[in-house]
């Protein structure tokens, strides 16, 4: 269940190029590629003569050519060229989804494209920021990807899956904090005074420290997280954060099916920028911990799958969870049975208002 | 096949002395949503099916509007709709789309309708509006009582909407239109196919990008008037006569011949017949010939072209 009227990443920005790549995404399958401008495209993965998937095809120049009798259609999704006429069939063309590049990520928009706002798109300047450092990966999930949100919305399950890394007592014992304004459910953790966890302990002296943990939710399926430790007493509860080190970590999921996603991540930080020992430090110290994630998200999903009918029983640790499952029911609700419809429209008109303001 | 949708008249207002708007709801549930430049199949009591372009956009009142040209002689559907009344029952397929309205460019769009044609653009062009991007339209007609719309559309596109009437002795220079539209523009046009091949040789002749002529055609009207004229097809020993108001495709399938066809107007070529002889001028209504093809008069779209005063021989797959 995933919302269509929304921005997904298709791709890291180097990801997509001078070919095609076939990307499953909420259900619909596309072909992308760059054009020779270095303007990335999405079209329909399906010719409109015979439906074979383009993506098996050609690149010519900004075109894409089937596989099978050569239609080409530009980057509009247009006809550009037929076999055996003269003249191109005026209603030949594929669905050419709106798709904007940002963040290093390239976004594009499943649902009705009169909706697809840029200012919809996730703020995640931090990952292309002369002020911050850093890298992220794909890791794929066979699962819903409303259980990865549900795993990032709780960080107690550090404790448990990520002990050898980023898990330790504290995190599943000390109290935290949900709460949720009109762009986001937030969930913030302060553990003070505590051992630091074994990454931790690796970036800073081992002593103890205060560690934070604040989670921002945006619907359908951004979660940024901004974590960090400093020494205890030097002032990072009360916003003195200069003796210690932070680190921002993006996680957006983007629907395949569903019951699989690709999972976009990236760990990023704000000191000893120029360290490339440390991106790569922290890229594959997050591909390990993710991978632990995959793992129980896996198992969790063929659970569900063989016990049908069988509900979850939230408890107190899944406020945040379920604050941002509420968050997309809310889309899903409001694109019910009307695609392009009234209520799409209705936000067409407000964003029109915002922009006058 | 989808299923039909079991539909009501709301109410029909007469927009000039020979269109007909009609508004209707559905019996059963709510209407679905539908985009810019999609359009709708009625089904007639008699088994016919007539294509009819929604008006305006999607609103979500469970309301469909279109507007009906009765052209005469009338090919049974026209006539049919123009005697709905209020409380009639009128079956029809979910809303597609051949006409789509692309929004992933930002090129300026442009719209030319000649006449009933104006009916798949309004939608396009209320949502342009919306969304800001400042349309101009072009809009001919016999006179502008005759042309539908137009005072709303005058209310929406102010002096971006440039009106050429017969009546008036105004007329489109659609030579001048194309050459001044800006290099990035898009022109969608649905009008009489007279309209549609002008402008099409004018786009090539300029060499503009020929993906950015976007338009539908309306299977009615073309150079001459119908009139009903005879066909022998030498391979089935057959004779018949086309009257007035079928084409060549129904006429033979109304003797039990089962030509090829697909879109059933004038786009496809699959009900393409071969022309063996020829008294006569065909009347090519379609845009899938080129024009030296239409010109070389070896083949015409028997869902479409007709022969005016004459007879053809034809043969076909």
């Known amino acids: 269940m995933f919302p269509l009227n929304a921005w997904y990443i298709a791709g890291w920005d180097h990801q997509i190029g001078r070919h095609l790549l076939q990307r499953q995404i909420c259900n619909k399958r596309m072909v992308l590629y760059r054009k020779q401008d270095g303007s990335a495209v999405a079209l329909d993965d399906a010719c409109w003569h015979r439906l074979v998937p383009l993506s098996a095809g050609k690149l010519n120049g900004d075109n894409v050519a089937c596989p099978y009798h050569g239609l080409e259609f530009n980057g509009a999704g247009r006809c550009v060229h037929m076999p055996s006429q003269e003249t191109l069939n005026p209603s030949a063309c594929v669905h050419s989804y709106p798709v904007i590049e940002r963040h290093r990520f390239v976004w594009v928009w499943p649902g009705d494209p009169q909706l697809a706002d840029a200012a919809r798109i996730p703020n995640l300047y931090q990952n292309d920021h002369p002020d911050w450092a850093g890298d992220g990966g794909t890791t794929h999930l066979e699962c819903d990807y409303r259980l990865l949100i549900d795993n990032l919305m709780d960080l107690t399950h550090e404790t448990f899956v990520h002990a050898s890394s980023i898990g330790n007592a504290a995190v599943a014992e000390a109290p935290f904090r949900v709460s949720q304004d009109d762009e986001k459910v937030i969930v913030t953790r302060w553990m003070l005074d505590i051992d630091p966890p074994p990454f931790f302990r690796k970036q800073l002296a081992d002593v103890k420290v205060d560690r934070w943990q604040i989670i921002n939710f945006r619907a359908p399926s951004a979660v940024t997280i901004d974590v960090g430790v400093a020494p205890t007493g030097t002032g990072a509860p009360e916003g003195d954060r200069s003796k210690g080190v932070t680190g921002f970590v993006v996680h957006v999921a983007t629907p395949e099916t569903e019951t699989s996603c690709n999972y976009y991540w990236a760990f990023l930080r704000n000191y000893e920028l120029r360290s490339q020992r440390l991106t790569t430090d922290w890229r594959e110290s997050a591909r390990t911990i993710f991978g632990e994630d995959k793992h129980i998200l896996e198992l969790q999903q063929r659970a569900i799958l063989e016990n049908p009918g069988r509900e979850f029983y939230p408890l107190n640790i899944d406020g945040g969870a379920l604050l941002a499952r509420r968050r997309i029911d809310e889309m899903l609700k409001s694109e019910q049975g009307l695609v392009k419809s009234k209520s799409a429209t209705e936000s067409v008109v407000h964003l029109h208002r915002e922009a006058v303001q | ?317």
């Open chain 2, 1 to 317: 096949m989808k299923s039909l949708i079991r539909t009501q008249v709301s109410s029909t207002k007469l927009l000039g002395p020979d269109v007909c708007q009609i508004e209707f709801s559905a019996a059963d549930s709510a209407l679905p949503a539908y985009g810019p430049g999609d359009h709708i199949q009625v089904h007639l009591p008699d088994g016919l099916v007539r294509s009819y372009s929604l008006v305006g956009r999607w609103r979500n009142d469970n309301i469909y509007k279109i507007a009906v040209r009765r052209t005469t002689p009338s090919r049974g559907g026209s006539a049919f709709m123009h005697s709905l009344k209020p409380g009639d029952t009128l079956f029809i397929s979910p809303p597609t789309n051949n006409f789509a309205l692309s929004l992933s460019t930002n090129a300026p769009r442009f719209f030319l309708a000649g006449g009933i044609g104006i009916t798949p653009l309004i939608s396009m062009i209320e949502i342009l509006e919306e969304l800001d991007h400042q349309p101009n339209l072009y809009y001919a007609g016999r006179s502008e009582k005759s042309m539908p719309f137009v005072n709303e559309l005058h209310a929406l596109l102010d002096s971006r909407l440039h009106i050429a009437a017969d009546d008036k002795g105004t007329r489109l220079d659609l030579k001048g239109i194309v050459s001044n539209l800006p290099v990035s523009a898009e022109l969608y046009m649905c009008g009489p196919v007279g309209m549609l091949n002008a402008v099409k040789a004018i786009w090539t002749e300029l060499g503009r990008d020929p993906t950015a002529l976007r338009f539908e055609t309306f299977a009615v009207g073309g150079e001459f008037p119908n009139a009903s004229f005879s066909v022998t097809v030498p391979r089935l020993d057959l004779t018949l006569e086309v009257s007035d108001n079928e084409t060549l495709l129904e006429a033979l399938e109304r003797v039990g011949v089962e030509p090829l066809y697909n879109c059933r107007k004038g786009e496809c070529g699959l009900c393409a017949v071969e022309v063996i002889s020829l008294e006569g001028t065909i009347d090519h209504r379609d845009v899938f010939y080129s024009a030296e093809q239409r010109e070389a008069n070896a083949a015409f779209c028997s869902c479409v072209s007709r022969v005016a005063g004459g007879k053809v021989s034809i043969d076909f797959p």
